[in-house]
């Protein structure tokens, strides 16, 4: 009987903290616990990755990279590398490169593997996100061209009757193709001309330069003379080209279909 009267003392007890417990402190918030399947207890307030607080190349090596045009979510910068040049750890978001002057780089990844990279002049690439450090092992300066793209994975809705490289397919030749961003070549002889064509936003860079005539959708005429080297970066538009010059123009072209933010 005692014992019996001892055991219904302890559960009230316990009742009694219980209820304490839920009435008395209400300044502190509870996890949200669950279970897995091996019946390990979990709380979601901690299951948030930490962020990559790894600065980008311009802000970690702003002797190396350059800003040559930023606008619509795309950033062309130009990095150089002397030989025996090295970068602290940087991140790039998913970006296009061009090697306007090749050479021998050591690439080392966040988590320490290093990789030897031949980077052939006119080598062109699509890569995803990452970080990084980069050091020009070889005797020769290295330049090369980056697009990196600040905008969130997407389609954007394109009139694929109008594409550069199925209107006009002896001028424009697709190099890559991936991550929504694609890497066409144009090149243009003197004399030579296309049909009516679209481009979603893109980033663009001369590789050999001339005089070029471009007609928009509405007939309106522009003459440009594109300098080799020059980079921009151009909204979406519909229009055709003629090579009005004296020399053999090619452009690399990076669009971008993805919406902007």
């Given amino acids: 009987m005692n014992r019996k009267i001892n055991r219904l003392f302890i559960l009230a007890l316990v009742i009694s903290a219980a209820f304490a417990a839920c009435n008395g402190g209400g300044t502190k918030e509870a996890a949200n616990t669950t279970a897995d399947s091996t019946g390990t207890a979990k709380t979601d307030t901690v299951q948030q990755a930490p962020q990559d607080t790894t600065p ?16 619509m979510g795309i ?11 090295s970068s602290a750890m940087h991140s790039h978001p998913d970006y296009a490169l061009y090697v306007i002057e090749g050479g021998t780089a050591e690439f080392t990844g966040k988590d320490g593997k290093k990789m030897i990279n031949e980077m052939k002049t006119g080598a062109e690439n699509i890569r995803s996100a990452e970080v990084h450090r980069v050091k020009n092992t070889g005797k020769k300066t290295i330049k ?25 397919p002896d001028e424009y030749k697709l190099k890559r193709d991936t ?14 001309s296309s049909a009516m064509h679209t481009h979603p936003d893109n980033a ?28 921009m970066i151009a909204p979406a ?10 020399t053999t123009t090619k452009v690399l072209i990076v669009e971008v279909n993805r919406p902007a933010k």
């Fill in 56 to 71: 980008d190349a311009v802000k970690a090596a702003p002797n190396l990279y350059k800003v040559i045009s930023d606008s």
């Fill in 144 to 168: 090369v061209l980056l697009v990196e793209v600040n905008r969130p994975m997407g389609t954007v809705s394109n009139d694929a009757a109008m594409d550069a490289t199925k209107v006009a």
């Fill in 204 to 231: 663009v860079y001369v590789i050999n330069g001339g005089a070029s005539a471009f007609t928009e959708k509405d007939g309106t005429k522009q003459t440009h003379e594109l300098k080799t080297g020059m980079s």
């Fill in 75 to 85: 950033r062309v910068l130009e990095a150089t590398y002397k030989p025996g040049d």
């Fill in 237 to 246: 538009g519909t229009h055709s080209v003629k090579n009005i010059g004296k």
């Fill in 179 to 192: 991550l929504g961003i694609r890497i066409l070549e144009a090149t243009y002889k003197p004399g030579q």
